[in-house]
């Protein structure tokens, strides 16, 4: 099991907005970063400290956090973004790394 | 350019040794928390343990914990993970990553760089 909860899997059409959640306790007090993963590759970072992005990460990826979730939005998602996507996070004595188990996009 | 290169993967029995190597270049190393994580065939990511620049602090996840050591030498720009008593269960691809942060309530920690990963398959 993982102290960092996303669901499975979400599955949408070209054009449409990608809401992936990420629900933990630690949340409430440490910073969420998300990672997007294609097959093959190693993960790469696409948000971190709740809602920011790294140089080179297309805008359409932002990520915001309230209380014990934060969520990934992937706005107009594009074939290019079907990945595995995970959370990570500390946890709330701010000792271990946390991950999500990740999200599979289909799109 | 900011590389980390992994090596050290293989085939090794239940029971035996390995020893993974990640050598980083195009940035000052010593300065920089180093961590090791792997994904399982077909599973998620999880973290498996941590080493801050100055080799104070490493961490482990509970799995992990009397059977693998993070080290790191700083002159050589490498970062190390020796595995001992490895399980079935320890298959996977091993990434080292370099971390953006410090731990600690309410502190920023995200891995910003990523190797392409070195595969430890255990089998007998």
């Known amino acids: 099991s993982y102290d960092l909860t996303q669901p499975p899997s979400v599955s949408l059409s070209p054009g449409q907005t990608a809401r992936i959640p990420c629900s933990g306790d630690?949340?409430?007090?440490?910073?969420a970063s998300w990672y997007q993963q294609k097959p093959g590759q190693a993960p790469l970072l696409i948000v971190f400290k709740d809602n920011q992005r790294p140089s080179g990460i297309p805008e359409r990826f932002s990520g915001s956090s309230s209380g014990t979730i934060a969520t990934l939005t992937i706005s107009g998602v594009q074939a290019e973004d079907e990945a595995d996507y995970y959370c990570q996070s500390l946890d709330n004595s701010g000792d271990l790394v946390l991950f999500g188990g990740g999200t599979k996009l289909t799109v | 350019e900011m590389k980390l290169v992994e090596s050290g993967g293989g085939l090794a029995k239940p029971g035996g040794s390995l020893r993974l190597s990640c050598v980083a270049s195009g940035f000052d190393f010593n300065t920089y928390n180093m961590n090791w994580v792997r994904q399982a065939p077909g599973k998620g990511l999880e973290w498996v343990a941590s080493i801050s620049g100055t080799s104070f602090y490493s961490y482990y996840t509970d799995s992990v914990k009397g059977r693998f050591t993070i080290s790191r030498d700083n002159a050589k720009n490498s970062l190390y993970l020796q595995m001992t008593g490895l399980r079935v269960e320890d298959t996977a691809v091993y990434y080292c990553?370099?971390?953006?942060?410090?731990?600690?309530?309410?502190?920023?920690?995200?891995?910003?760089?990523w190797g392409q990963g070195a595969l430890v398959t255990v089998s007998s």
């Open positions: 990553a370099r971390v953006i942060g410090y731990y600690g309530s309410g502190s920023p920690f995200y891995f910003d760089h």
């Open positions: 630690a949340l409430a007090k440490q910073y």
